[in-house]
């Protein structure tokens, strides 16, 4: 602590003291002397004068001297003050160190350099109470050491480390006793007693002991060997179930039992009476039962036994039955009407069959471990050692050669040469066959000879042959030119068959024009109830018969385009209740017209296709069902979901289609029973079929006769990240009545479509302004000042002008754009594209009323 004097600092303050001291009384005396010398001197004045001057000057320095010995005085009684706090601090933090050392489970004792002991603890002291040995300060270690060495206390010990030391009591206590080195070169020794960690570690080695000796039992029990353990004196250690059972030891066990005894009535009492000096014993035994048991006896070193019974009955089996089908593989061969033998690497017999051996007259297995050279003449034995050298080194070989037997008969015989591979790739022998083909050659012979004079045969054949294939040669060409011309006629066929779809789709906005114009002035004049009955049922007809007319037209126009390659799929994501839902409000009314009733069912789906041709398919899915279902009949449509696609339904209550039909509805110009007046061609399921193989879906057809039809389609599931926003609104939203005061420009290169339309927006109640050319709509508007709520605007106008660029003209004089639609007969991809990106909205024609109506309901919403 910062306040606390030590005593040496103590000692230094008191000899400055007492040298202040010494110093002052000197002074003194001096100062006394001089006094006393002026005042009783008989110099001269000079002199007195001088003596006073320097009295005074030591006068000065006593008093100077007087003052330090002053301020060293209040310096050391300070000194003393804060050397008595300090000391007072000492007694306090030694006080402190020894409660701290006593308040330790562990024994203390503090040796200074010297070795002797400075402090310890109650606990120290009594480790030690059972010997003579006080213990005391300033005790020497060395002694005290000496006193624990005489006092027999000590059973054990071991230096775990260079610190620490291990010492086993005799009163059963473990003591571990560790030494640490101070700064100032004395000694700090801990006493720790650790018997309780020594008896649980001890409990956890027993407890793995016991812990291994049942693993090692539960492994012995699991042998399929029996196994016994017997000691150098004969007692049986232990064994597991498997011995038990082998042996047949059915009396009384126990370990420690002498095995002589556990044996004398099992199966085998003589294995209890085995030398157990002979090591590596093993003997069979063959039991009355028919087991065959495999005895083996193991002697360790330190003189015990392991006895280990094996049951070899399956493999004495094994061998009976190996030895059986030996004999029968030699009955076999030995009956085979060809010569086997196999041949070892070192040219001796191992295996002769019975012709082998009667062909060389030799005795019944005479030759087996006999040499090739000893069994055979020399010049047959030099004639067969390159093929059988060449078979050793791993060839197979066969060949043919004369033979003389021992009867003297020369015949042709074939030799096969086969070698026999170990796992390791070595060749150990090789098999040998031969075959007498004596037979054979003369055979040989004798159609060599037949061959000769077929040849000639051949040759007479092969010449009227080749006058017959030079007649074939020509006719052939002559096939092949007539094949040329009916694929010439056939291409020119084709050609034309594809010119004319391809007029067709491109006249189809010509077609299409005056339709359109017709269908509108029918739809004005059916809004206006000036007419009579006889009137409106007079253009109700009129409409029917157009709708018949535009159902034609617009059937071949979209056969032809489909036939052209002029449709492609324009695929996109799209909610499918979008599209079902303009088309339930769509056919709804026509199928109540017809007496029907259309339900819907709606989907949260989101699908990826091109909706204007999934839209058509659905169109004539539920054209079909409101033409073929009688009147009181119902319609659905609806989605039913699978694992990775969408399949849209329309379900109807109609006649249905006989099950021989089915393939047949999708073919061109096939028609069945309508239910009602129908002038159609039998085109509709014709352009399902080529749709759907543009998209790749699937459409599946099911019926039953007297109770209706189920026509499908499979959508793939789109994903909403993938989803556009699309600007079309020719499938979105239901009708709105919104048209009233409207105003609408019209602008179309055709005056009649012109008057068509002004006739029917007006009867909706809009303020209608039409024009041919941009600059009759800018003249009848003042320049394009007038307000404007919506453009309608034909693709196709006069000069090359296109509907999109006049678009883009007027909304550049426009304070602000307005929504346009944009009416064409180009079902072009491209198109659909751009008016999406631009936000217009595209209509096909012919333009139908109602879908007209809705869509600028949408728009001015």
Not at 354 to 372: D, F, I, R, T
Request: glycine share 6%.
């Amino acid at each position: 602590m910062d306040n606390v004097i030590s005593p040496q600092h103590k000692v230094v303050d008191r000899d400055a003291l007492r040298a202040l001291q010494e110093e002052n009384a000197r002074l003194k005396r001096i100062n006394a002397a001089l006094i006393e010398r002026v005042e009783s001197g008989r110099s001269y004045q000079s002199e007195a004068y001088a003596s006073f001057k320097h009295s005074v000057v030591l006068a000065e320095q006593v008093r100077e001297r007087t003052d330090a010995l002053s301020d060293a005085l209040r310096e050391l009684k300070t000194s003393n003050a804060l050397l008595t706090r300090a000391s007072h601090q000492a007694q306090v933090a030694h006080q402190h160190l020894v409660d701290a050392i006593e308040s330790i489970s562990d024994g203390f004792v503090l040796f200074d350099q010297d070795r002797k002991v400075v402090l310890y603890n109650r606990h120290f002291e009594r480790f030690w109470q059972q010997s003579t040995l006080q213990i005391c300060k300033q005790m020497s270690m060395q002694t005290l050491s000496q006193a624990v060495e005489n006092s027999g206390l000590i059973v054990e010990k071991m230096r775990t480390s260079t610190e620490q030391m291990v010492y086993r009591l005799s009163n059963g206590r473990w003591l571990q006793v560790t030494e640490r080195p101070t700064l100032d070169g004395g000694l700090v020794v801990v006493h720790t007693d650790i018997t309780d960690l020594k008896l649980r570690e001890t409990r956890r080695r027993e407890r793995e002991l016991a812990q291994k000796t049942r693993l090692l039992q539960q492994t012995i029990d699991n042998l399929s060997q029996g196994v016994a353990l017997v000691n150098a004196r004969g007692v049986l250690e232990l064994c597991n179930y498997r011995f038990l059972q082998l042996a047949n030891i059915t009396g009384g066990y126990r370990s420690g039992m002498p095995f002589a005894e556990v044996m004398q009535d099992s199966l085998l009492p003589e294995l209890g009476l085995a030398d157990r000096q002979q090591r590596g014993v093993t003997q069979e035994y063959q039991l009355d039962d028919g087991h065959v048991l495999d005895v083996r006896l193991h002697v360790l070193a330190d003189g015990s036994s392991v006895h280990t019974l094996s049951d070899m009955t399956e493999r004495y089996r094994h061998a009976e039955a190996l030895r059986a089908s030996e004999h029968w593989i030699r009955t076999i061969t030995d009956h085979v009407p060809a010569m086997i033998a196999y041949v070892r690497h070192d040219f001796t017999y191992s295996f002769v069959n019975k012709v082998y051996e009667q062909w060389y007259n030799w005795p019944h297995n005479s030759a087996l471990g006999c040499s090739l050279r000893e069994a055979h003449r020399d010049d047959h034995f030099q004639r067969l050692q390159p093929y059988i050298s060449r078979a050793l080194q791993g060839e197979t070989l066969t060949f043919e050669v004369a033979e003389t037997c021992v009867r003297g008969k020369t015949c042709h015989m074939q030799r096969s040469y086969v070698p026999n591979r170990l796992a390791d790739g070595s060749v150990d022998g090789i098999f040998v066959m031969v075959k007498d083909i004596t037979e054979r050659h003369r055979n040989a012979e004798a159609l060599h000879q037949a061959y000769q004079h077929l040849e000639e045969r051949v040759r007479e054949r092969t010449l009227e042959l080749t006058e017959l294939n030079a007649q074939l040669v020509s006719e052939v060409e002559e096939r092949r030119l007539a094949e040329t011309r009916l694929r010439e006629a056939k291409h020119q066929a084709d050609e034309a068959n594809l010119s004319k779809t391809k007029f067709l789709a491109a006249v189809s906005h010509d077609l299409l024009q005056p339709l359109n114009a017709a269908r509108l002035f029918t739809s004005a004049l059916v809004e206006q109830e000036q007419c009579g009955a006889s009137g409106q049922l007079m253009l109700k007809n009129i409409s029917n018969s157009l709708d018949d007319v535009e159902s034609l037209l617009g059937t071949l126009v979209d056969i032809s385009k489909l036939d052209a390659g002029v449709i492609t799929a324009d695929i996109s994501v799209f909610s499918v209740t979008d599209l079902l839902e303009n088309l339930a409000v769509e056919y709804r009314e026509m199928a109540r017209e017809a007496g029907l009733q259309l339900d819907f069912v709606a989907s949260s789906a989101l699908v990826k296709t091109d909706i204007h041709l999934l839209a058509r398919v659905l169109r004539n899915f539920l054209s079909n069902a409101i033409r073929y279902t009688g009147q009181g009949g119902r319609i659905l449509l609806g989605c039913r979901r699978s694992k990775s696609s969408l399949w849209i339904e329309v379900w109807d209550t109609g006649a249905g289609i006989p099950e021989g039909k089915l393939g047949e509805i999708f073919q061109e110009f096939k028609r069945g029973d309508s239910q009602r007046q129908d002038r159609g061609l039998g085109l509709g399921l014709a352009i399902v079929d080529k749709i759907t193989r543009i998209l790749q879906h699937r459409v599946k057809v099911r019926s039953q006769p007297g109770l209706g039809s189920v026509f499908s389609i499979e959508v793939p599931f789109g994903y909403r990240h993938e989803q556009e926003t699309r600007i079309e609104t020719e499938y979105q939203g239901h009708l709105l009545e919104r048209l009233q005061g409207a105003r609408i420009w019209v602008l179309d290169n055709d005056a009649a479509i012109c008057l068509a339309m002004h006739n029917l927006l007006k009867g909706w109640g809009c303020k209608v302004v039409t024009a041919l050319s941009e600059a009759h709509l800018a003249e009848q508007t003042a320049g394009l000042s007038q307000p404007v709520d919506a453009l309608i605007v034909d693709y196709h106008l006069d000069d090359e002008v296109d509907g999109v660029s006049a678009i883009a003209r007027i909304h550049a004089q426009l304070s602000e754009p307005v929504p346009a639609l944009m009416i064409t007969a180009n079902y072009s991809n491209e198109l659909k594209q751009e008016m999406r990106q631009l936000g217009h909205t595209l209509m096909h024609k012919p333009v139908k009323p109602m879908r007209l109506k809705t869509t600028l309901s949408h728009l001015l919403g």
